[in-house]
């Protein structure tokens, strides 16, 4: 595989491909990855974000498990969750219970939300024999107090994996793994930089499936993915639209159906910032790949992480900073909170953004989806009748 990834040039090869690993359920890719050397071991992850280059660094691949889209059939996970909750905790346990996950060495549940923590114990009792872990964050970002803390969880958590792998993950190896991530984060905001600038050439749904085959290839897989992709769309010729330009914000947990983003973009509006994907561009600046590489980590969450719903942000009178300041740099003209039905981080935040971009006079609608949402009309006809508002009164 690593020779036909390296060869490929065509966009349509590129996308095709992204394409198949998006609608593989059973994993092949990660699944030959561990078949072709004995010893080696996968190790999935719930999003939003989890520090993969330790992973990477034990020799193990990092595979992200974002439920099971709207192509799984959810039957044996609706027994273990009430209805009024989001839908990717019972497709994740969907995929598990019919063996599509039977090959995962262990688990990971970042600190998304309350779901996701008792996720992370429906786990554990599903499977005790498999290594499982809710992985916490800090909520102080002070050095002295969120900092000695987090380093703690990594170090732990290298510890669990270290007793899978059978591999001391010494500093050179962290350090090693990353310089691979921080290139992958280059390559990354490389993309989204060519969307923004040109949109009608790197597509929003296409730009989708590029991130998303991040979740399941080697990190030097994706990364050499996305150079083939940044040379093939530079070559592309495709007409532009007149199209307005959107940031899209809520969708970091529970992913949205491809026909969903899809639609936004059929309905007159080109994406150009969005927090799909969110685990790729969580830490917004690289990570010095001297000295002590847990220290490093710890410091790069504590000042230059995104913010983000399901990251405790201290209460300040600039709430929405961050994404005004995104709305300027893209220079968007409007903004699409698009969240899962009963998705709490997301919607508790929506208010308090929506205030912020209002006062600021920033065009914004809200719609909610669930990750086997089929229904895309009315979603295209809602961005339709924004898209043309702007452009009609955007001005005025």
């Not at 732990?156 to 691979?180: F, P, Q």
């Not at 994706?222 to 070559?235: F, G, I, R």
């Not at 919607?347 to 229904?375: C, T, V, W």
Request: with cysteine.
């Amino acid at each position: 595989m690593d020779t036909w990834v390296k060869d490929m040039r065509k966009l349509n090869d590129i996308v095709d491909y992204c394409q198949t690993l998006y609608d593989d359920l059973n994993f092949t890719a990660a699944r030959d990855w561990k078949a072709a050397k004995p010893g080696r071991h996968v190790i999935g992850y719930m999003p939003t974000y989890v520090p993969r280059e330790i992973i990477h660094a034990a020799g193990m691949l990092p595979l992200g498990v974002l439920g099971g889209g709207d192509n799984l059939e959810v039957i044996h996970g609706d027994a273990y969750y009430q209805s009024y909750i989001c839908r990717i905790p019972r497709s994740t346990i969907e995929l598990a219970v019919t063996k599509r996950l039977n090959f995962v060495d262990g688990m990971l549940f970042p600190s998304t939300c309350d779901v996701i923590r008792n996720l992370s114990g429906i786990w554990k009792l599903l499977y005790p024999d498999v290594y499982s872990r809710y992985f916490d964050v800090p909520q102080n970002f002070t050095s002295a107090v969120g900092g000695t803390y987090y380093v703690q969880e990594l170090r732990e958590l290298a510890e669990g994996l270290e007793g899978i792998s059978g591999t001391k993950i010494t500093d050179e190896a962290l350090n090693r793994s990353i310089d691979l991530y921080n290139k992958n984060r280059r390559l990354v905001n490389d993309v989204y930089n060519v969307r923004q600038v040109t949109p009608w050439k790197a597509l929003s749904w296409e730009v989708y499936l590029l991130m998303r085959a991040g979740m399941v290839l080697p990190v030097e897989e994706h990364s050499q993915l996305m150079t083939d992709y940044l040379a093939a769309v530079q070559a592309e010729d495709r007409p532009k639209r007149d199209n307005c330009r959107v940031i899209v914000q809520g969708s970091f947990c529970e992913q949205p159906p491809l026909n969903l983003v899809k639609s936004i973009e059929l309905a007159g509006c080109y994406i150009v910032d969005d927090d799909y994907m969110l685990v790729n561009r969580w830490l917004q600046d690289e990570v010095p790949t001297d000295g002590n590489p847990m220290e490093n980590l710890a410091d790069a969450f504590l000042n230059y992480s995104g913010e983000t719903a399901c990251k405790y942000v201290p209460e300040r009178e600039d709430k929405g900073k961050f994404l005004i300041d995104a709305v300027r740099e893209r220079r968007a003209e409007g903004v699409i909170f698009a969240a899962p039905s009963f998705c709490d981080p997301a919607l508790l935040d929506r208010p308090m953004l929506s205030g912020a971009l209002a006062r600021e006079n920033i065009p914004h609608i809200s719609f909610k989806y669930a990750e086997n949402s089929g229904q895309m009309q009315p979603i295209r006809e809602q961005a339709g009748t924004f898209a043309d508002t702007i452009k009609l009164w955007g001005e005025a």
